[in-house]
């Protein structure tokens, strides 16, 4: 259920409030995938592509609700002001079991029930605007954020051990007897609050009639105290700045020359070999490319090649304690190619699709697997719409890797991108703020990890155009190259 309501307060004043509720109930569910290999490293074979180790008594069921508010200003100068203030509340209750192979016919059976409740409270003012300087008009965008995180959980098992052997024919079968979770303890438990403050400032200098300057930067701070599963869950970081900065030439009005680099900083929260929480991730991102309009300006294509270097990446050990990976920190280069295509190619049809090969890197200039802990791009300020902008990040493919504490969420990387009709851009706002929220679901042994590149073009691909429509969506991951198509009706 959504509802999303827009009110002209006054020729100037435009009030949007929104509220989404979802309730989701799930009966089979599981943590993840099928084993794939026993201890032994010996392959398990499944007679049935609808195999599962979902049982009759496993569920999944979470119920969320959201809300936000804006308010924009549009003053006569050609400036606006932006308020927006948004909330969510899930309450999440499970009862899972996940599989851990022991041999070629039995598995360890992490059987779990576990009820979390998080709330989420954000806000942001933005003030943008154009200005003149050397007899030129250029952009500028000022604004400040804040957002705070709560959440609390605990998990209850059969005994401290949390796990018990079965057959593995009866797992698949559906046939392991649902066992009293009555014990708990402190090694169970979540219970923090997370919160980041950040200024952005952001300026569109036009150096000449076909040439733009883009720079800006964001200062952020970030804490948070509590602990997870045992390991305190404490971050500080504050003042730490993040510049951005680009060009782009116009060859024609159809078509730009960009190159962009950015500052990539990220606090993450994941448990260290140290204990507490993993340092966080840093780098910086370069790219060149080229962006135009095809079918009288319906389809837009992009072109670009990429280089990054982090530092500091999440990367599980393998080790389990308390019942959670341990991860470390590691360095990655990577570099690559991307082609994109989005747009209308016929009437009452979009298109998105997409293709991008990256080669990665570690820090001994050892060629990694294409699929690797997730990484996350950095984020830049929208600034007000320009003829042509440089994307501001990139990242290599990755692979989502459900664990246990909190779980670093792909997000939808922020380009400046042209904004389009003041309407449409205030509809997809808010659609933002009312989209389904990611399931945040702890489980006490990580799931099979599951391959997933591109996962921001996934976002895009999937956005969408008109409420009313229907969205068809199809799919094609390879490790790499990664290849992604999406049909609009």
Request: contains cysteine; neutral net charge; glycine residues 10%.
């Amino acid at each position: 259920m959504a509802g999303l309501l827009a009110f002209d307060l006054s020729d100037a004043d435009t009030l949007t409030v929104g509220f989404s509720q979802q309730d989701s109930y799930s009966n089979g569910s599981t943590w993840g995938g099928l084993p794939i290999a026993d201890y032994a490293g010996n392959r398990i074979h499944y007679s049935d592509r609808s195999a599962s180790v979902g049982q009759p008594w496993t569920y999944w069921n979470i119920q969320t609700q959201r809300a936000f508010a804006e308010l924009v200003h549009a003053f006569d100068n050609g400036w606006t002001s932006t308020l927006t203030v948004s909330g969510m509340s899930q309450h999440s209750d499970t009862k899972m079991l996940y599989a851990i192979p022991i041999s070629a016919s039995t598995v360890a059976a992490y059987i779990n029930r576990t009820t979390s409740t998080e709330h989420q409270v954000a806000a942001e003012g933005q003030l943008s605007g154009p200005f003149n300087f050397l007899g030129r008009e250029h952009q500028l965008t000022l604004g400040a954020n804040y957002g705070r995180l709560h959440h609390t959980e605990r998990g209850h098992y059969n005994s401290a051990a949390g796990n018990q052997v079965e057959s593995l024919a009866d797992v698949l079968a559906g046939n392991v007897v649902e066992p009293a979770m009555n014990y708990t303890d402190d090694l169970n438990t979540q219970l923090f609050t997370d919160r980041q403050k950040s200024l952005f400032a952001g300026a569109r200098f036009s150096l000449t009639d076909d040439l733009h300057w883009i720079a800006g930067a964001r200062m952020l701070s970030a804490d948070g105290e509590g602990m997870g599963y045992g390991s305190p869950h404490n971050t500080r970081v504050h003042g730490k700045v993040t510049p951005y900065t680009g060009l782009v030439y116009d060859l024609t009005p159809q078509w730009s020359l960009y190159t962009s680099w950015t500052e990539i900083f990220k606090p993450q929260y994941l448990r260290s070999t140290a204990g507490g929480i993993i340092e966080p991730l840093e780098g910086k991102s370069m790219e060149v490319g080229v962006k135009g309009r095809l079918l009288d300006e319906r389809l837009g294509v992009t072109a670009a090649v990429f280089k990054t270097e982090q530092q500091n990446v999440a990367e599980a050990t393998g080790a389990i304690v308390n019942g959670q990976y341990v991860y470390r920190g590691v360095d990655y280069k990577s570099r690559g190619v991307e082609l994109e295509a989005n747009g209308e190619v016929l009437p009452g049809v979009s298109l998105a699709g997409g293709y991008t090969y990256v080669h990665i890197e570690d820090n001994n200039g050892e060629k990694s697997p294409p699929v690797r802990a997730h990484s996350q791009r950095a984020r830049q300020p929208d600034l007000p719409p320009a003829r042509r902008a440089p994307s501001q990040d990139r990242q290599p493919c990755a692979m989502a890797k459900p664990h246990r504490g909190r779980q670093q969420q792909p997000r939808v990387s922020k380009r400046l991108r042209p904004g389009g009709p003041d309407g449409q851009l205030r509809l997809r706002r808010a659609l933002e703020h009312l989209a389904e929220p990611e399931q945040r679901h702890r489980p006490k042994v990580p799931a099979v990890a599951v391959p997933g590149c591109r996962l921001d073009q996934l976002r895009r691909a999937a956005q969408p155009y008109r409420v009313s429509d229907l969205e068809i969506l199809s799919m094609t991951f390879l490790h790499n190259p990664s290849v992604f198509l999406g049909v609009h009706l």
